[in-house]
């Protein structure tokens, strides 16, 4: 971390959860100035699945604790427009797309920015896993010490010049020793529950979330051989892999063994599903990405770097080749099961997050 003192104003991005809690926590025992910060992303929640409420609460207390102001900032305007439509697109395309990822390149790494730098910021910290090495070639972005938190896959397509003046204070802790320091404070929410899933979804299923939002599209579904075996809502609601939700009965010639989906046939609305949970159409060696967003791009790029599809996924030894439009061809050793569009598909070389890039054909 850069030399500071007390007169380096740091606004932390406070979630109501934990992990920001500490990051505010740690930057004001190391003697700088600290502002909170508190993001309203989501304000429609008729039903009362968005937690928003009560995290605002649960900030409030913090800030009281830590004795350290806390502002609070309207993004829903921006969050619908940047990140919500797009979700929505993507699903109806079929795509299967993550919104945390573009919660952070458009949202938590733009307005938050530019508001906290009108606050009078000089850094902006968050509670993301994550570590960031400030250095005469600008910042690079590693891996978090807790490889089970590690937050790097949503901060892959983060500008580099977005992370000039990023922090990252609980990067290189673990989460047994984030809440540890947290009840040592006596921080209220030291016991909070991480969240899980998406604000605006909660704990309802995804497929009950996008039928209020996505009209029905009937269609039929297939095994491999073209035969219907039953019928779908919309192809929407399924995702490459899925075993659950199908509704298959039991049917004459076929073994009593779930039904995975191999496939989707956009222009018949046909869902392909087989009971061959190895089926070579759920394993793929190689994918190109969108133009790649570059956190930054080494020159040449490392001869044996690794990959993750999602989050949390173990890193796979690959190769990439850089496409003459922006795009990156990433060949697997291994065949990666259920790699679809909208995923994202995230470069490492050993501790360092290179970027990462939409999916955008599976080969």
Same mark, same amino acid.
């Given at each position: ?18 992990d ?16 909170g910060l508190y993001?309203v992303?989501w304000t ?5 699945y968005?937690?928003?409420a009560?995290?605002y609460?649960d900030a ?5 604790e830590?004795?350290?102001p ?5 993004f ?5 427009a940047?990140?919500f439509?797009?979700?929505?697109a993507?699903?109806?395309a079929?795509?299967t ?12 790494f733009?307005p938050f920015r530019?508001?906290?730098l ?7 910290a968050?509670?993301?896993?994550a570590?960031?090495?400030h250095?005469p070639?600008g910042?690079?972005?590693l891996?978090?010490v807790?490889?089970n938190?590690?937050?790097?896959y949503?901060?892959a397509t ?8 990023? %922090?990252y204070?609980?990067g @290189? #802790?673990?989460?047994?020793e984030? &809440?540890?320091? +947290? ?11 991480d969240?899980t899933?998406?604000?605006f ?8 979330f996008l ?11 297939e ?6 075996v039953?019928?779908?809502?919309g192809?929407m609601f399924f995702? %490459?892999?899925?075993?659950? @939700? #199908?509704?298959?009965?039991g049917r &004459?010639g076929? +073994? ?24 070579p ?6 994918l190109?990405?969108?133009p ?5 791009r ?5 001869a ?18 850089m496409?003459?439009?922006?795009r ?5 050793a291994?065949p990666?099961r259920a ?8 470069l ?16």
């Amino acid at each position: 971390m850069r030399d500071m003192n007390a007169s380096t104003h740091v606004v932390v991005g406070l979630s109501g959860g934990v992990d920001s809690a500490v990051a505010a926590l740690l930057l004001k025992q190391q003697g700088y100035r600290v502002s909170g910060l508190y993001m309203v992303n989501w304000t429609e929640d008729e039903e009362g699945y968005c937690t928003a409420a009560q995290d605002y609460q649960d900030a409030r207390a913090v800030c009281e604790e830590l004795d350290i102001p806390l502002h609070r900032v309207d993004f829903s305007k921006e969050y619908r427009a940047r990140v919500f439509e797009r979700f929505l697109a993507d699903y109806a395309a079929g795509k299967t797309p993550n919104p945390d990822v573009l919660c952070n390149r458009e949202v938590k790494f733009q307005p938050f920015r530019e508001h906290a730098l009108r606050l009078g910021a000089d850094f902006i910290a968050t509670g993301h896993y994550a570590r960031i090495a400030h250095g005469p070639g600008g910042p690079r972005l590693l891996r978090a010490v807790d490889a089970n938190k590690d937050q790097t896959y949503f901060l892959a397509t983060v500008e580099h010049a977005m992370l000039e003046r990023v %922090l990252y204070p609980v990067g @290189g #802790l673990t989460k047994p020793e984030v &809440r540890r320091l +947290a009840q040592q404070a006596g921080l209220p929410n030291h016991r909070k529950r991480d969240s899980t899933g998406i604000c605006f979804i909660g704990e309802r299923s995804m497929r009950e979330f996008l039928a209020r939002y996505l009209a029905p599209a009937p269609g039929p579904i297939e095994d491999e051989r073209g035969r219907v075996v039953g019928e779908h809502p919309g192809l929407m609601f399924f995702t %490459l892999g899925q075993r659950r @939700g #199908l509704r298959i009965g039991g049917r &004459r010639g076929a +073994a009593e063994k779930p039904w995975y989906v191999i496939g989707k046939d956009a222009a018949r609305r046909a869902l392909v599903v087989s009971q061959d949970a190895r089926h070579p159409r759920l394993h793929r060696r190689a994918l190109v990405t969108q133009p790649f967003h570059w956190v930054r791009r080494p020159e040449p790029l490392p001869a044996a770097p690794q990959a993750r599809i999602r989050h949390r996924q173990a890193f796979q030894d690959c190769r990439a080749q850089m496409q003459p439009d922006g795009r990156v061809r990433i060949e697997f050793a291994q065949p990666q099961r259920a790699a679809v569009a909208g995923q994202y598909a995230v470069l490492y070389d050993g501790e360092e997050c290179l970027g990462g890039g939409e999916i955008e054909t599976v080969l």
